[in-house]
T-cell receptor
Framework: SQELEQSPQSLIVQEGKNLTINCTSS?????LYWYKQKYGEGLIFLMM?????EEKSHEKITAKLDEKKQQSSLHITASQPSHAGIYLC???????????FGEGTQLTVNP | DTEVTQTPKHLVMGMTNKKSLKCEQH?????MYWYKQKAKKPPELMFV???????INESVPSRFSPECPNSSLLNLHLHALQPEDSALYLC???????????FGPGTRLTVT
C-alpha cells in the first residue's frame, strides 16, 4: 500500500496570510483528494485531482497535482479563522476503493 | 444534497454488549464505507460496500460485522468489543467506487 507524507504537521498563521500544505507519495497516484476536518467531526470534501498537472480552485483554496502524479499542494490565499482545522490528503493507487490518508496538517489561523 | 447521516452521535458500551451503528444517505450513491479514526490519527478504512455487496474487508476482527440492507443504509454491528476499539467511527459514500467520498459526522464510541 502507498504512504502519504504531509507537511507541515502543524501551521499557525496570522489572518490574511497565504499558506501551503504539501502531500507527497512514493507511488503514482490514481486520484488525490483533499479533505478538511474539525476535531472529532466528519471530513468535508474539498477537491479531487486525477490528471497530472491538474489544478482546481474553490473560493480561496487552490489544489495542484504535479505532472508525475506523486505530489500535491493545497494553497490558501488570505487565510481566515474559518479555514482553521485539520487538512488531510487522501489517495488511492488503483480504482479508488482503498483510500489512505496522510497524517494531516493542523492549521490555526489567529485573528 | 451531499448529506450522510450517522446515528447515534455518541455510544458507550460494555465489553459484553451488542450494539449497532447506523449510516444513511439519500444521494443515490452505490458505494459505502466504514472507517475507524483514533485520536490525532487519520481515518483507516475498515469495509467497502459496492452495490450492496461487501467488496473490501481490511482484515477487521469479526467482532465488527457490517451489513448493507439496501442502497441507502449501512450498519455496523458491534459485539464483545475491547477498550482499544474506542474511536470515532466514520461512514462515507460515493457515487460508485473511485469517485469522491462524502463523510458523515461520525459516531464517537467508548468501550468500557
Amino acid at each position: 500500500s502507498q504512504e502519504l507524507e504531509q507537511s507541515p504537521q502543524s501551521l499557525i498563521v496570522q489572518e490574511g496570510k497565504n499558506l501551503t500544505i504539501n502531500c507527497t507519495s512514493s507511488k503514482t497516484l490514481y486520484g488525490l483528494y483533499w479533505y478538511k476536518q474539525k476535531y472529532g467531526e466528519g471530513l468535508i470534501f474539498l477537491m479531487m485531482l486525477q490528471k497530472g498537472g491538474e489544478e482546481k480552485s474553490h473560493e480561496k483554496i487552490t489544489a495542484k497535482l504535479d505532472e508525475k502524479k506523486q505530489q500535491s499542494s493545497l494553497h490558501i490565499t488570505a487565510s481566515q479563522p474559518s479555514h482553521a482545522g485539520i487538512y488531510l490528503c487522501g489517495a488511492d493507487e488503483t480504482s479508488g476503493s482503498r483510500l489512505t490518508f496522510g497524517e494531516g496538517t493542523q492549521l490555526t489561523v489567529n485573528p | 444534497d451531499t448529506e450522510v447521516t450517522q446515528t447515534p452521535k455518541h455510544l458507550v458500551m460494555g465489553m459484553t454488549n451488542k450494539k449497532s451503528l447506523k449510516c444513511e444517505q439519500h444521494m443515490g450513491h452505490r458505494a459505502m464505507y466504514w472507517y475507524k479514526q483514533k485520536a490525532k490519527k487519520p481515518p483507516e478504512l475498515m469495509f467497502v460496500y459496492s452495490y450492496e455487496k461487501l467488496s473490501i474487508n481490511e482484515s477487521v476482527p469479526s467482532r465488527f460485522s457490517p451489513e448493507c440492507p439496501n442502497s441507502s443504509l449501512l450498519n455496523l454491528h458491534l459485539h464483545a468489543l475491547q477498550p482499544e476499539d474506542s474511536a470515532l467511527y466514520l461512514c462515507a459514500s460515493s457515487l460508485v467506487v473511485g469517485y469522491e467520498q462524502y463523510f458523515g459526522p461520525g459516531t464517537r464510541l467508548t468501550v468500557t
